[in-house]
């Protein structure tokens, strides 16, 4: 129904505008009348009508002064004038103010229903075009974040050109070229959930972080659910370096404001060519992955870590077993990357001192202890069945530190692979929850990842991430896959008109049902009934 107001200071005109019209058969809402434009402001705020038929001159405050303050405030209302007054200079005002028509008194009821069918039948195929512009606009949302991370894949694994990289680039709007480089890694948690939930505080300061990278420097891209990652483009190393200095001295007194916050950030080395960003990214992720090495908040730069390898690799003592930071290891086990368990255990090792590991003794029993503690962290999450690989299946576990070193990747990766599979059934029952949630509010034209995420407490990158993984669609696709199958059956099994269907199934515009319907099935409504 579309609402309309009257602003009309003579009684008997109003009351026969207000009477003597059919207004719900024509499908219109008389939501509220006024005698002049101070009274009928208040009112409109309220009601919100799509339309105002109103008469110009009028005590306190006229037609014209009024229609002023509605376009600015509400520009999508259309204004009607109704007026005995047929000046050019009125005429002229209103064509100014953008007004839907000019209607000289006296006027019908039919001749003015006529008129507000026109304009009612304009306001919905602007509607139509606003919803069909939103629904590709969550569409593209959800499409283009995939592409993002295609190419955030492709930048930092080095395997193709510079060229195309650009032009993939340029197609989502990003420009990348530059003199030099470099990678922030940011991972921020809250004390009070799970490594991979994203509490509502978590998720506002990412947005609040996302802002400052407003003019495209750094560019930003999701890895949920370890975080997001920051690529800085400069002239040089020097002023990419203070660029970088800048924007984590204003992250880190965002983030420092909440106790409850938790956050690491690694960064990368400079490089000045986009090809050697798969290098940046090498180093940022060795920096990144002494997160789970260190306990406090901090930004680690890859030149410090290899600065304090130096320094340890100087050390003559051998460290004995008892100095072996073990909860850092069971840690990783638990919340760690597979993607990083080669950062990790480089990091792992370079801490116990590069003398340390040449030791046969030394090594193996850090490769024995290992091999322990995943078997005992493999039953803690029901998974003794898991064949490891055996400390002596191959020469090189203990002979050389290189075997040593790859023997301990490999076993951790088996280790994370096999935690991860068990964390899919938990994804698959997040995923049952969310199809269920999806189910029962189909019908709320307001449903959106937005609000099922907030329902989920997940971000909604992440949770877009686990959806898509799991049903092969993303949310839009599923949710219009369901709206429609759900319109195919009433179309088939009831006598419902299309209108009442297409609320059913969670459409404001039934013209906009329509058009979607076509597009997803082949066919109008009408046509699809047959």
Request: aromatic share 10%; net charge negative.
């Amino acid at each position: 129904m579309t609402k309309v107001f009257l602003v009309e200071d003579e009684y008997v005109v109003r009351e026969g505008i207000k009477n003597k019209i059919a207004w719900a058969e024509n499908g219109f809402d008389f939501c509220g009348e006024a005698a002049d434009g101070e009274l009928a402001l208040p009112l409109i705020e309220k009601l919100r009508p799509e339309i105002v038929i109103t008469d110009i001159k009028m005590p306190f405050m006229d037609g014209l002064e009024m229609s002023k303050i509605i376009r600015k405030e509400f520009p999508e209302t259309e204004i009607v004038f109704l007026t005995g007054y047929a000046e050019f200079e009125y005429a002229k005002e209103a064509i100014k103010l953008g007004v839907a028509e000019y209607l000289t008194k006296p006027i019908s009821g039919n001749d003015l229903m006529k008129v507000l069918k026109n304009i009612q039948k304009r306001i919905e195929e602007k509607q139509q075009e606003k919803d069909i512009r939103q629904y590709y606009l969550k569409e593209m949302a959800e499409n283009t974040e995939k592409d993002k991370k295609r190419l955030f894949v492709d930048l930092v694994s080095g395997g193709k050109h510079t060229a195309d990289l650009i032009l993939n680039a340029r197609e989502l709007g990003i420009e990348i070229s530059a003199s030099a480089y470099s990678i922030l890694m940011l991972r921020i948690k809250s004390a009070y959930h799970e490594q991979n939930e994203f509490s509502k505080s978590v998720i506002k300061l990412f947005d609040e972080i996302e802002e400052l990278c407003a003019d495209g420097n750094p560019i930003v891209f999701d890895r949920s659910p370890e975080g997001k990652v920051y690529i800085f483009k400069g002239e040089d190393e020097i002023s990419l370096q203070a660029d970088i200095e800048k924007f984590i001295s204003l992250i880190k007194e965002k983030l420092d404001m909440h106790k409850h916050i938790q956050y690491f950030g690694g960064i990368g080395e400079t490089v000045k060519r986009l090809g050697e960003l798969n290098t940046c990214f090498e180093s940022a992720s060795h920096a990144f992955a002494h997160r789970y090495l260190v306990d406090e908040n901090m930004f680690m730069w890859s030149k410090d870590v290899k600065r304090s390898t130096i320094l340890k690799e100087n050390d003559t003592d051998i460290v004995v077993p008892k100095q072996l930071d073990r909860t850092k290891f069971i840690e990783f086990l638990k919340l760690g990357d597979k993607d990083d368990a080669k950062y990790f255990v480089e990091e792992f090792l370079s801490g116990i001192g590069s003398n340390a590991i040449k030791s046969l003794l030394m090594r193996q029993y850090v490769v024995v202890d290992a091999y322990l503690k995943v078997s005992e962290f493999l039953s803690t999450i029901g998974s003794n069945d898991i064949k490891l690989e055996q400390v002596n299946e191959r020469k090189d576990t203990l002979t050389s530190e290189k075997g040593a070193e790859e023997y301990l990747i490999r076993l951790i990766e088996t280790a994370i692979s096999t935690r991860e599979a068990a964390s899919r059934s938990r994804y698959s029952e997040l995923v049952s929850e969310i199809t269920e949630f999806i189910n029962e509010n189909y019908k709320n034209d307001e449903l959106s990842l937005n609000m099922v995420a907030q329902y989920m407490n997940f971000s909604p990158n992440h949770l877009s991430m686990i959806f898509s993984q799991e049903t092969g669609r993303t949310f839009i696709k599923y949710l219009t896959d369901l709206r429609m199958n759900k319109a195919k059956e009433l179309l088939k099994c009831t006598s419902k008109r299309s209108s009442e269907i297409c609320e059913e199934v969670g459409y404001k515009d039934p013209h906009y049902f329509s058009y979607l319907f076509k597009k997803n099935v082949g066919m109008t409504p009408t046509e699809y009934r047959g």
